[in-house]
């Protein structure tokens, strides 16, 4: 009897052995969870141009500028108007820790509320080499319900220094809408661009592109394509001082540069 409990205790202790390298390689086989692509590929940054335009003077006017709030706050309204759901759920990922799928990809899933409104957002991501493929879909329930609606899909270097986005339009209207490309660089700079990608639109092509740079004196920029009419706004200014200028040629008749001060008023450009 004692005999056969030895026996006994020896092949549990040999299939134990056995096993473990088993589970250690199917954990090791499915690697880490990629990183999350910064906010920043997502999330254009509007902050300097957030302000309501000044009020004109008889001393002091702030055209320039208050034109650049204009052009701007256009696109932040399509985006606010369009994009509320998908940014805010994307932003929403970075509360929370993924789960490993059997495929190999990673699942990031949780509830997000915009509005009045709570959306499940199940965000997936999955490396090939040092390129991760990111797939997010959104559910509703109740009024309005819908169910794993791909809202946006995309690619990123694993290094996080550069990828691509494609939103889709709406549940209702499954179409392409909004391309988005970007990049970051050790240094600091970096930039994003939206491009109107909806087929057949008559503003397809359109974009806003946004750069982070160490060019001086301006530092930061915007160029604003408008398809319709054809026309090429080019925004700079420096972060630190605020001073700018505005290229804008439909508006201003020319291909000069109009340019503003620190304070917002229009001055002649240096």
Same mark, same amino acid.
């Given at each position: %009897?004692?005999?056969?409990?030895? =026996?006994?205790?020896?092949?549990?202790?040999?299939?134990?052995? *056995? %096993?473990?390298?088993?589970?250690? $390689?199917? &954990?090791?086989?499915?690697?880490?969870?990629?990183?999350?692509?910064?906010?920043?590929?997502?999330? %254009?940054?509007?902050?300097?141009?957030?302000?309501?335009?000044?009020?004109?003077?008889?001393?002091?006017?702030?055209?320039? #500028?208050?034109?650049?709030?204009?052009? !701007?706050?256009?696109?932040?309204?399509?985006?606010? *108007?369009?994009?509320?759901?998908?940014?805010?759920?994307?932003?929403?990922?970075?509360?929370?820790?993924?789960?490993?799928?059997?495929?190999?990809?990673?699942?990031?899933?949780?509830?997000? @509320?915009?509005?009045?409104?709570?959306?499940?957002?199940?965000?997936?991501?999955?490396?090939?080499?040092?390129?991760?493929?990111? &797939? %997010?879909?959104?559910?509703?329930?109740?009024? +309005?319900?819908?169910?794993?609606?791909?809202?946006?899909?995309?690619?990123?270097?694993?290094? +996080? /220094?550069?990828?691509?986005?494609?939103?889709?339009?709406?549940?209702?209207?499954?179409?392409?809408? !909004?391309? /988005?490309?970007?990049? #970051?660089?050790?240094?600091?700079?970096? +930039?994003?661009?939206?491009?109107?990608?909806?087929?057949?639109?008559?503003?397809?092509?359109?974009?806003?592109?946004?750069?982070?740079? &160490?060019?001086?004196?301006?530092?930061?920029?915007? @160029?604003?394509?408008?398809?319709?009419?054809?026309? *090429?706004?080019?925004?700079?200014?420096? #972060?630190?001082?605020?001073?700018?200028?505005? =290229?804008?040629? &439909?508006?201003?008749?020319?291909?000069?540069?109009? $340019?503003?001060?620190?304070?917002?008023?229009?001055?002649? $450009?240096?």
């Amino acid at each position: %009897m004692k005999k056969h409990k030895k =026996r006994l205790l020896s092949w549990v202790i040999v299939f134990s052995v *056995l %096993m473990i390298p088993i589970t250690s $390689c199917e &954990k090791e086989d499915h690697g880490d969870a990629p990183d999350l692509p910064p906010k920043s590929s997502f999330v %254009m940054d509007f902050s300097d141009f957030m302000d309501e335009t000044k009020s004109q003077s008889a001393y002091e006017t702030y055209h320039h #500028r208050n034109l650049a709030v204009f052009h !701007v706050a256009v696109w932040n309204t399509v985006i606010f *108007l369009h994009m509320a759901i998908p940014v805010a759920a994307f932003v929403e990922s970075f509360n929370h820790d993924p789960s490993p799928q059997p495929d190999g990809s990673w699942l990031w899933s949780y509830n997000v @509320n915009v509005g009045a409104n709570t959306y499940t957002a199940n965000l997936y991501g999955k490396g090939e080499g040092i390129n991760v493929e990111w &797939k %997010m879909y959104i559910s509703k329930s109740g009024q +309005g319900s819908f169910t794993d609606f791909l809202w946006f899909e995309g690619n990123s270097h694993i290094a +996080g /220094i550069e990828g691509d986005w494609t939103l889709y339009k709406s549940p209702a209207e499954n179409i392409p809408f !909004v391309g /988005i490309d970007w990049f #970051r660089n050790v240094d600091g700079t970096s +930039g994003i661009t939206y491009t109107n990608i909806v087929p057949g639109g008559p503003e397809n092509g359109g974009y806003i592109s946004h750069e982070i740079t &160490k060019d001086t004196p301006y530092d930061a920029s915007y @160029n604003i394509f408008n398809k319709g009419q054809n026309n *090429l706004v080019e925004i700079n200014w420096n #972060r630190q001082t605020l001073k700018g200028q505005i =290229r804008d040629p &439909k508006t201003f008749g020319d291909e000069e540069f109009h $340019c503003w001060d620190e304070n917002g008023v229009d001055i002649e $450009c240096p």
